[in-house]
């Protein structure tokens, strides 16, 4: 448990402050300039760290990306630790405002987690109780009767998240039909599948194609919560099918949670940027502000809600309430 008890905090403070950055320019309409702060300020804290970290999973190859780009290495020395980082899942949402945008990390040993090529994948989500029941060779019908099984309720009272894309129009039409409802959003499937994985948040399923950097996090979660992903690549032209057949992918091959997170240990971090189903957005006093972050560990078996508060005007003056 060496990376999880040395990282387990560390790592929301990453997250902290890339959520504290991007949420300075939430609803100002530049999702570009709300990206560059969420990243700068998460690698300058990745930087710190007393670890010899990889990036895995970035912003884009390093021609792509000046920062928080695929092999790039951060830390100040310690275990080898595979990284994988999404500074601002929700660009467009944060900047125009809108709920559930996030920061997430994740770090496990080297070769922890799977160094997914940018492209889109299939993706199917469940809650603990329906692991080991669906399957995405299923009809979406079967699926969701199988959910609802598992959850000992029928199927009309199913909500499945879907991001909100022309392409999802059959997938849509097909929930409906077998008569559950469909949330759609409009970014963000990783803080989707945290919904689906925690009990309250009024979601039981997770469909449809999204990106497969996004299902690694995604994964990483899930196999700290005790749910499920299972996914597919989907090569958009054979120049993405060359780049994934590198990487050592198989886009005929359903990969499973431990497929895509087999790591040993694993440590999950994320902090709201605006407010969500999950976490509350950064709120902003005079001198200071509030984040709000889950933490998990896999080996641990611990989860974490943490609730900060920090002060940056030396002399700042705050009154605690719940």
Do not use: W
Request: hydrophobic fraction near 45%; charged fraction near 25%.
């Amino acid at each position: 448990m060496e990376i999880e008890r040395l990282l387990v905090l560390e790592v929301a403070r990453v997250t902290e402050q890339a959520a504290l950055a991007a949420s300075r320019l939430a609803g100002k309409g530049d999702k570009e300039a709300v990206d560059a702060a969420g990243t700068e300020a998460m690698r300058q804290v990745l930087g710190e760290l007393p670890i010899n970290g990889t990036v895995v999973i970035g912003e884009g190859e390093m021609d792509e990306a000046p920062m928080l780009y695929i092999g790039e290495k951060l830390g100040m020395g310690g275990p080898e630790v595979d990284i994988a980082v999404d500074p601002v899942e929700g660009t467009t949402i944060t900047a125009k405002g809108l709920p559930n945008s996030i920061t997430v990390i994740a770090i496990s040993e080297k070769g922890g987690l799977l160094h997914a090529p940018d492209m889109y994948m299939e993706k199917l989500v469940v809650a603990p109780p329906a692991v080991g029941k669906v399957s995405l060779e299923y009809p979406v019908k079967a699926n969701l009767r199988l959910i609802a099984e598992s959850l000992q309720r029928g199927v009309e009272d199913l909500v499945v998240v879907v991001l909100d894309r022309p392409r999802h129009e059959k997938l849509i039409k097909e929930i409906r039909d077998a008569g559950a409802r469909v949330k759609l959003i409009g970014d963000g499937d990783v803080v989707a599948a945290l919904a689906v994985a925690v009990r309250g948040t009024g979601v039981h399923a997770l469909m449809g194609s999204g990106g497969a950097p996004e299902g690694v996090l995604a994964a990483a979660a899930l196999k700290c919560l005790g749910g499920e992903i299972q996914a597919k690549f989907l090569p958009a032209d054979d120049t993405q099918r060359e780049r994934m057949q590198a990487m050592g992918a198989n886009e005929h091959q359903i990969y499973r949670t431990h497929d895509l997170a087999p790591g040993k240990e694993i440590v999950f971090a994320a902090t709201g940027i605006t407010h969500g189903d999950i976490l509350e957005g950064v709120r902003f006093f005079g001198g200071g502000a509030r984040t709000h972050s889950i933490v998990m560990g896999y080996k641990t078996r611990v989860v974490r809600f943490i609730d900060s508060i920090h002060l940056f005007e030396r002399g700042a003056r705050v009154t605690i309430r719940v």
